[in-house]
């Protein structure tokens, strides 16, 4: 039996260039970036080159970045420090966002009694700006937190237009980019964003490595304490061989970006067409099969079928791996909390996501196409 993977949105496979960057340091460079000896030197040097690559990739400066285990800790690093250093009372986010963002909004609120409002969605997907613009018009110092592209059902957010509605007000403004980090490009000290998250294993990178952009005019402090590496920023001996495979990652994503964009677009666009021809009545959450959403992301909503309750076993047995949704709550049974807020939910109807990489082939899009045919077949009544 095949395997193929699709689900691509939860985590991707290591790049071969990325572990053949990574294997000499973990081999070879041992010494604590913290020691001033020369092995130490020379781990710190790799840390601190890393820093200065992904910068100049993004478009910011090098003392902006700062390196943590992913992006779940970015994001509970960023409304933290909005909170307790930046004197934030309010945070506007969406009840679509990632459970990381949900969850630090609603600590911050226990915590400091932090007021968590959520801003209003259009029917497709799309925040309701003007919607933002009305909340934002009273209110305390207020932190916005929303992604640049839902994990489950690929809509993309104007992050410009929020940008200029939080400044309007001098709001400051997160956004969770996990999702098109390596897979869209990013100039930001133009788009002057306060907070910017990154997760590596979501672009071919390792797992565990990932960084918060802060703004530099953002004075904050750090949420781990102890030996005060990264700046003070977050404690804790470096990830060295992580913050090497993320740095190398993100370099082989914008060196190919054109060519793998196109690649994966003309897959998706070939499991879209696939979908439609084995039933008329196959849809698509959020407009997720339209160009203008997230490329790496298909979130499909089927017919009643009796199969519907088992869909994600039953392809896994056909060897075909995809999602019902984040991946990010271990063990989690419930429903997906984006399709509920965003009113896709159906109890009668199966909702799969099917995600994609520079990786994934047409023989593997036609393969996979079989097996939803063979798990939704029509059944005699």
């Known amino acids: 039996m095949k395997s193929i993977y699709l689900d691509n949105a939860a985590t991707t496979q290591l790049a071969p260039e990325v572990s053949e960057a990574m294997i000499p340091v973990l081999c070879e460079v041992f010494g604590n970036p913290s020691s001033t000896h020369s092995l130490g030197r020379k781990a710190k040097a790799l840390i601190e080159t890393s820093r200065r690559d992904i910068a100049k990739l993004l478009g910011c400066e090098p003392r902006s970045i700062t390196f943590t285990s ?5 994001d509970n690093l960023a409304l933290r420090a909005a909170v307790k250093d930046l004197g934030c009372r309010r945070i506007v986010t969406s009840a679509a966002e990632h459970s990381a ?38 209110g305390p110092l207020t932190l ?13 957010q104007p992050l410009d237009q929020i940008s200029k509605a939080c400044k309007e007000v001098g ?12 897979h869209y490009h990013f100039q930001l000290d133009a788009l002057q964003i306060d907070f910017l998250t990154c997760s590596a294993h979501k672009f071919h990178g390792p797992k565990g490595t990932g960084f918060l952009y802060t703004h530099p005019r953002n004075k904050i402090k750090s949420q781990i304490v102890g030996g005060g590496q990264e700046r003070g920023l977050r404690s804790g001996t470096e990830n060295l061989h992580g913050i090497v495979g993320l740095g190398a990652a993100l370099k082989l994503a914008y060196e190919g970006l054109e060519n793998h964009s196109t690649h994966i677009r003309s897959i998706k666009k070939r499991m879209v067409e696939g979908l439609r021809k084995i039933d008329k009545g196959i849809t698509f959450n959020a407009d997720s099969d339209k160009e203008s959403r997230l490329y790496t992301v298909l979130s499909v909503k089927f017919p009643p079928h009796p199969n519907n309750g088992m869909a994600l076993f039953l392809l896994d047995l056909e060897g075909v791996a995809c999602s019902g949704g984040s991946a ?4 989690a049974t419930t429903g997906s909390h984006v399709l509920n807020a965003l009113g896709y939910h159906d109890t009668e109807r199966a909702s799969l996501r099917f995600s994609f990489s520079r990786y994934t082939t047409v023989e593997e899009i036609d393969y996979a196409l079989g097996a939803i045919a063979r798990v939704f077949a029509p059944v005699d009544v």
Do not use: P
């Not at 992913?70 to 970015?74: D, I, N």
């Not at 911050?108 to 934002?136: F, K, P, Q, W």
């Not at 990010?328 to 063990?331: A, D, K, L, P, R």
């Open 144 to 156: 916005v937190s929303l992604m640049h592209a839902n994990n489950e059902v690929g809509v993309i």
């Open 70 to 74: 992913g992006g779940t800790e970015a």
């Open 171 to 182: 709001a400051y403004f997160h956004s969770d980019t996990v999702q098109t980090m390596a």
């Open 101 to 138: 963002v949900i969850a630090s909004s609603e600590k911050m609120s226990d915590l400091y009694g932090v007021e968590v409002v959520h801003v209003a969605h259009h029917s497709d997907g799309t925040v309701d700006c003007e919607n933002l613009r009305s909340i934002l018009a009273t």
């Open 328 to 331: 990010c709550s271990s063990g």
